[in-house]
């Protein structure tokens, strides 16, 4: 399965672009979601360790900012559990990752030579519409161009929180994992923060991913019209 990075400086859409592709996946492919950010009007599983990350099979994870958890602080033994155990397997566990970073550099060596494609994205003045460059590879060159896609942003600032700090417990192969919370919701509420079950944040907790995926789909019929207007 494919594994990609979106590249760009702080506020150039970088995050935006890969919750885009997350919308995509899931909304006209039905694919299982796994972030590390809180995603909103998303069914997704919330993980918070690469021990989590390494227990997934079979979906689309969302890895934000990856450089600021795998990068020359992480010991090198920890990096290859990293990279061989869970990037360089996902095809085998049916997973495609989407990461993003600054600058393709950031990245580990390792990382960036099994990566297949990088995302460049670039927003129009009005910031209504995202342009995004395709490139074969890890680097943004132009004799690996592909192609250019674009996606009005109305619909993507709504299914995430532009200040969220990222973070990821360091990889303990003798700990054991959390079972990590699988989450429907409709708000951020800057006063409650995240998965607060208020009737502003209106946030769900499920058992499983088949609960999630039926309540999402549920809630895009009801609002399908609105959907269609924003895509």
């Not at 995430?160 to 973070?167: A, C, F, M, R």
Request: hydrophobic content about 40%; proline content about 2%; overall charge positive.
């Amino acid at each position: 399965m494919p594994l990609t990075n979106v590249v760009g400086e702080l506020g150039t859409g970088k995050t935006m672009t890969a919750v885009y592709l997350m919308f995509r996946n899931w909304f006209f492919k039905g694919q299982k979601l796994y972030s590390n950010i809180h995603l909103f009007r998303l069914p997704f599983i919330y993980v918070t360790s690469v021990k989590q990350l390494d227990e997934a099979r079979e979906g689309y994870i969302l890895l934000d900012e990856l450089w600021s958890f795998c990068d020359a602080r992480m010991s090198k033994s920890k990096k290859n559990i990293f990279t061989a155990n869970i990037l360089a397997r996902s095809r085998k566990r049916h997973l495609t990752y989407v990461s993003t970073s600054q600058v393709a550099d950031a990245l580990e060596s390792r990382i960036r030579k099994v990566l297949d494609f990088t995302f460049y994205p670039v927003l129009n003045r009005e910031e209504t519409v995202m342009k995004v460059m395709v490139f074969r590879g890890g680097y943004v060159k132009q004799q690996h161009y592909m192609k250019t896609i674009y996606y009005r942003t109305a619909m993507m600032k709504l299914l995430y929180w532009t200040d969220e700090e990222v973070w990821m417990d360091d990889y303990d192969e003798n700990a054991q994992a959390e079972i990590p919370k699988i989450i429907f919701q409709e708000n951020y509420n800057e006063k409650h923060g995240f998965c607060c079950q208020c009737k502003d944040c209106r946030t769900v907790f499920f058992e499983t991913w088949e609960e999630a995926d039926k309540y999402a789909n549920a809630y895009y019929q009801k609002n399908i019209e609105n959907v269609k207007r924003m895509l």
